[in-house]
C-alpha cells in the first residue's frame, strides 16, 4: 500500500517534469522544491524516521554531487536538482536497481528522441517545443532533456515497487 501511495502522489510531479523539460529545455525549481516537499509531507504517514532520514542524507550527498558536476559544465543545475529530488523516492535498498533503471531510460533517451524529433505529425502537434530547436553544444555532443529520462525511470520504479515486481528486493 506505501509504495501505491508513492506511486500516486510521485506520479503527477515526474509527468510535470517531463514535459517541461520537452516543452521549455527547463526543470523548475519550485516544481523540484514542490517535488521534495511532497515526499516529506506523506513520508511521515507512510515509513519509520529511520527510512526517512537515509532517504533524505542521500537525497543531498546525490543532488550534492551533481550540483558539483553542474558547476563544471558537466551535468545540467536543473537535472542535478531534480534527480535530487527523486532520490528521495528511492527505497535505500533499492539503489543499485535503481541505477540500472536510470541507465536503461538514458541510453534509451537519445533513439526515442531522435525518433520523435524525426516525427512530422508530432512536430506539427507540438510546434513550440524548444526541445526540437536544440543545436549541437559540442562537435559530438547534443542536448538532450535528460530530464524526461530521470522521469521515466522513476516512473518505471515506482510501478515496478507498487506491484512487487521481483527485479526489486523486498
Do not use: E, H
Amino acid at each position: 500500500m506505501t509504495d501505491l501511495v508513492l506511486l500516486a502522489v510521485a506520479f503527477p510531479f515526474l509527468i510535470f517534469s517531463a514535459w517541461t523539460d520537452l516543452r521549455f529545455l527547463r526543470l523548475w525549481n519550485r516544481a523540484n522544491l514542490a517535488f521534495a516537499l511532497a515526499f516529506l509531507v506523506v513520508a511521515p504517514f507512510l515509513m519509520p524516521f529511520g527510512d526517512i532520514a537515509a532517504r533524505v542524507a542521500a537525497a543531498l550527498c546525490v543532488g550534492a554531487v551533481l550540483i558539483v558536476l553542474s558547476i563544471f559544465g558537466q551535468f545540467g543545475g536543473g537535472d542535478a536538482k531534480f534527480f535530487g529530488a527523486l532520490m528521495l523516492w528511492i527505497a535505500p535498498q533499492d539503489y543499485a536497481p535503481f541505477c540500472v533503471i536510470v541507465a536503461a531510460c538514458g541510453l534509451m533517451m537519445p533513439p526515442f528522441f531522435a525518433a520523435a524529433k524525426a516525427s512530422p505529425w508530432l512536430r506539427a502537434q507540438t510546434p513550440t517545443w524548444r526541445c526540437w530547436k536544440t543545436r549541437r553544444t559540442t562537435w559530438r555532443k547534443k542536448k538532450l532533456p535528460m530530464g524526461v529520462s530521470f522521469a521515466s525511470a522513476g516512473v518505471l520504479y515506482l510501478i515496478l515497487r507498487a506491484v512487487n515486481a521481483p527485479v526489486l528486493p523486498g
